[in-house]
């Protein structure tokens, strides 16, 4: 009895709350107030139809020999179970490397890599501490393993009730016995009677099907491959062969020296000419400058 009258204060304090957010409602007369309480006090079932919504979670972290081959093996252990590879990612991060000169157009490039993955799956309930096992067996061993379980019962059972009420005021609504003023406050029912049934949706989902979140890697990888020198001053002749090819190219350079002063021999007499000139216009000069001091 007290049950049912908590029920009904709270469709009373539901339909108030729809007043003060969305717009007023009334009664079409007051005889009916009574019975439209009535109705909307019919939403008093406490009980949960079915077994308990319990949603379970689980995650994983764990060392492998081979991420990508314990990638593949996860995926087909889901699909025979009847799961579903809800997210797949793998990345490799370079940790150190090196290039070793093997020859003057040749270096081993050596790095050294980890690699890991993340995965989520969704796998039947019932079947999700079996797969847990078996994903553990593929690994070296378990770094962390947890599951948690969340009842979910008591919200489902609360989205219901909530459900049922707003059923009760729209068809109260629809067939007279309260007019609500605003019609916000209609749509405003109608999308929170699809919110609520979304959320039981999710909850039936969730109870259903249970996500699991792996990550797993494996030991530090070195590869060596054989590169291209990519420095262009590596790329060099040998010693003696560059020897021979400056002694020829100093004897090129002589010769197309003394070719240029062959092509330019009438510039050289005429700078000998001027020269002589020049030596002959001095000495005169010279001997008239003594004789002039001798006569002094």
Known sequence: MKTKILFVLAAVALLAACKGKNGSYEYANTDKRASAADTVGIATDTTLEGPAKLVKTADMTFKVKNVQKTGDSVSALTNRYGGMVMHHQMSSNIVNSQDIRVSDDSVMHVSAFNTNADMTVKIPSDKLEDFMVKVSHMGMYITSRQMDIADKSLDYLSEKMKLNNR??????????????????????????????????????????????????YQSNTIVKEMVANDDPSSYQLPFFKRLGMAIVNGWLMFTELILGLANLWVFILAGIG???VYRVYRKRFVVVAQTTNATI
């Open 167 to 216: 059923r009760e005021l729209i068809a109260q609504q629809k067939s007279g016995k309260i007019k609500i003023k605003n019609p916000e406050a209609v749509l405003w029912l109608k999308d929170d009677l699809v919110d609520g049934q979304i959320n039981n949706q999710r909850i039936d989902a969730a109870v259903k099907y249970s996500n699991i979140s792996l990550n797993f």
């Open 274 to 276: 001027l020269w002589m």
